[in-house]
């Protein structure tokens, strides 16, 4: 078995503990790998390993690794989970199969626009900024229905559900409370009658408290494929 194999029995067993604890069946919890800074041979090793769902934060070097994986692109699904500026959103929407990091409609309506007639439509979540910093990523939990009810409308999108990316927390308690901030958004944009089903929280440090708080998809990359390579100086 390689590293990269045992890692993933490893997260995968995480997954089933923490469902247990929280009395959820754990086939209700997906796990997506975080390729990121990682070269397209890892990914090709992950999926010898049976993991099919990878993201990217960078959409360059993910088109990239899209491109180099081309052999084996109808057994993959490729989520864009970092920050989306509108001069990449058409590389985006000819690429990806999800984008998790929509923030505002102008990147929404971008999407919805650019994503070619040929292709399934865009999956894609809000992200939500649950802490309330003015420097973070995300729009705010009062401004998220109404972000919502407008890109639930657009053609070539399907609204799946909220991504967040909390502050790291002291402990299990701390971080399940930040999560729980997010699960609430969720579940007021989903009584509003919009049929949400996907709640993107957790990392490696954190996705038991994820799972504890009703996540449906864990992002993981450090527990997978290890520390982050350093960059070159």
């Known amino acids: 078995m390689t590293m990269i194999a045992a890692n993933l029995h490893q997260v995968r067993s995480r997954i089933v503990t923490a469902c247990a604890a929280a009395d959820r069946d754990p086939a209700s919890v997906h796990l997506l790998a975080v390729s990121k800074t990682f070269p397209a041979e ?77 292709l399934p439509a865009l999956q894609v979540c809000l992200q939500v900024n649950v802490d309330g910093g003015a420097n973070k990523s995300g729009v705010s939990a009062d401004e998220a229905l109404a972000l919502a009810q407008a890109v639930a409308l657009l053609p070539r999108l399907r609204l799946r559900g909220l991504m967040a990316i909390p502050e790291p927390a002291a402990d299990f308690d701390a971080q399940r409370a930040l999560f729980l901030r997010a699960r609430a958004v969720y579940d007021r ?39 982050r390579p350093k960059p070159a100086l």
């Open 42 to 118: 890892a990914v090709r090793e992950a999926l010898a390993a049976g993991q099919t769902a990878f993201g990217e934060n960078y959409v360059q070097e993910g088109v990239a690794k899209i491109e180099a994986l081309a052999d084996v692109r109808a057994q993959l699904v490729w989520h864009c989970i970092g920050p989306l500026q509108s001069n990449k959103t058409r590389v985006v929407a000819e690429h990806f199969d999800w984008v998790h990091s929509i923030d505002r409609l102008k990147i929404a309506e971008r999407l919805s626009e650019q994503r070619p007639a040929g």
């Open 189 to 227: 944009i989903r009584d509003s009658g919009i049929a949400l089903d996907t709640l993107s929280l957790g990392m490696s440090a954190d996705l038991e408290a994820a799972i504890a708080a009703g996540s449906t998809m864990v992002r993981v990359g450090t527990a997978i494929f290890g520390g």
